[in-house]
């Protein structure tokens, strides 16, 4: 069923001008995930609430709840077309209020730690860009079939989401950034067998898929208590990410993947100077793919020791500081690199 709903979701997608390739596909439909997420999460605890004779306070205000403008019911449940935004005024209320609004959760949150942090981040750095609110209220209305309640259901999603990640891998402009094979990637991980209570990271996270994929490998491991899945939760998995619409992806792929409040922030990696790095920036683990055969600036070169305009150069000396003394890394980089004059540079750095 969930299948069937994406593929029912770019097909309309595909009949808008604002939205031209797999990349806007995805953006687009990142973010409404988002917000049916959210809604599902916060009646999920609600109801928990209600159990124990508590009450809930909601993050997201009543005008901007998913069942306020987005799917709002009748009194038997069923889609309310008569309430329901459409058309311009759909579109306007996004545009003018929505987005607004959810953006400046990022002045609001106590840190980047949080949920209300990351709805900041998300919605200040992307745009709607489906153009005719007629198209968006029927994406919206596919998106409402779509729970998140089970394991069994955000699995599933999961799946479907990574193979449209893997799908912007060969939708051109760039696209292939976001992806990197998850045999590779589990390769990888097997390599370095990351343990409960280590601390993973991903400077070049794109997707995030080297750190849903060692999250898999950590909760298939035995016996797992209570503090050991809330370990995964909060204090395993870290990234950074340059790009807006990686960034909305990587977390949007964590969430699928059952971590609810990803540590990913949004963040030149490069911008960073690495005599700053103390021992409790170090990690344990380090899994990336960086990107290579960029050409940095000047200024960036200046926060490293080896000055190259090489991308691939700059990340390693990043990883290198990063990773704690008897840690374990597996990091990709091009054939051509282990030969080139900064590699030996590098060397002797370490």
């Known amino acids: 069923m969930f299948e069937q709903v994406f593929k029912n979701i770019d097909d309309v997608l595909h009949k808008d001008a604002g939205c031209t390739s ?65 058309g311009d005024d759909l579109r306007e209320f996004v545009d003018a209020k929505l987005f607004p609004y959810l953006k400046g959760f990022k002045q609001k949150a106590d840190s ?16 709607n860009k489906v153009q005719s609110g007629f198209t968006l209220r029927d994406v919206l209305e596919r998106v409402d079939e ?31 950034e976001y992806y990197t094979p998850r045999s590779l990637i589990r390769a990888m991980i097997q390599v370095t067998k990351p343990e409960i209570g280590e601390r993973i990271y991903d400077g070049a996270v794109g997707s995030a ?21 809330q370990t995964l ?9 340059k790009k807006s619409l990686a960034y909305v992806i990587a977390i949007m792929n964590m969430i699928l993947h059952g971590i609810e409040t990803p540590n990913i922030l949004h963040t030149n990696t490069l911008a960073e100077n690495i005599n700053d790095i103390q021992e409790k920036d170090r990690f344990d683990v380090i899994l990336a793919n960086p990107p290579f055969g960029g050409k940095q600036r000047k200024e960036v070169q200046q926060n490293f020791p080896i000055k190259t305009g090489e991308t691939a150069s700059l990340f390693l000396q990043h990883f290198v500081k990063h990773l704690k003394a008897g840690g374990h890394a597996a990091i990709v980089i091009k054939n051509t690199f282990l030969s080139n004059t900064d590699m030996g540079a590098i060397y002797q750095e370490c």
């Open 233 to 241: 939760q909060q204090r395993t998995f870290y990234g950074k990410e």
């Open 22 to 86: 797999e990349l806007d596909y995805a953006e687009q439909t990142s973010w409404i995930l988002f917000l049916k997420y959210l809604d599902d999460l916060e009646r999920q605890k609600a109801d928990e609430a209600e159990l124990v004779g508590k009450k809930y306070e909601y993050i997201i205000d009543t005008p901007y709840r998913w069942e306020s403008w987005a799917a709002p019911k009748a009194a038997d449940g069923t889609f309310d077309h008569n309430n329901a935004l459409t």
């Open 146 to 176: 779509l729970r998140f309640r089970s394991q069994k259901e955000k699995h599933e999603l999961s799946h479907l989401y990574e193979t449209r990640i893997k799908n912007m891998g060969n939708a051109g402009r760039n696209g292939g």
């Open 209 to 229: 898929g080297f750190l849903c994929e060692a999250y898999e490998y950590l909760r298939a491991s035995k016996d797992l208590t209570t503090s050991d899945l």
């Open 112 to 127: 980047p730690d949080t949920i209300e942090y990351k709805i900041g981040e998300i919605f200040g750095e992307i745009r």
